[in-house]
Nanobody, 123 residues
Framework: QVQLVESGGGLVQRGGSLRLSCAGS????????IGWFRQAPGKEREGVSCISSSDSSTYYADSVKGRFTMSRDNAKKTVYLQMNSLKSEDTAVYYCAAAKTPCTVVAGIYDYWGQGTQVTVSS
């Protein structure tokens, strides 16, 4: 069974950093693009970033550019999201997802989703 499991969330003060991990199993991760999405209470799900399977090219939403960085370790079947200079508006449940497509943050393209990890940024 294909699974994605997010970890690394927690409580951090404004301006701090967290590194989220997305671990995959049950499939060959290196053939998949991985995207990160987030959803805050009362808001629509938002695409955050993605990383391609082939050349590790990345996309970042304007709201996180310069602060968040994605990387992947195909041997470990794990993708990382390094989050720096965190803001209160970054508070959300963060989800990773896998798709056998080029890098995109269009949610409907993704085949597999994790259960999410909570990130809370205190003021």
């Amino acid at each position: 069974q294909v699974q994605l499991v997010e970890s690394g969330g927690g409580l951090v003060q404004r301006g701090g950093s967290l590194r989220l991990s997305c671990a995959g199993s049950g499939f060959t991760l290196d053939y998949y693009a991985i995207g990160w999405f987030r959803q805050a209470p009362g808001k629509e799900r938002e695409g955050v970033s993605c990383i391609s399977s082939s050349d590790s090219s990345t996309y970042y939403a304007d709201s996180v550019k310069g602060r968040f960085t994605m990387s992947r370790d195909n041997a470990k079947k794990t993708v990382y999201l390094q989050m720096n200079s965190l803001k209160s508006e970054d508070t959300a449940v963060y989800y990773c997802a896998a798709a056998k497509t080029p890098c995109t943050v269009v949610a409907g393209i993704y085949d597999y989703w994790g259960q999410g990890t909570q990130v809370t940024v205190s003021s």
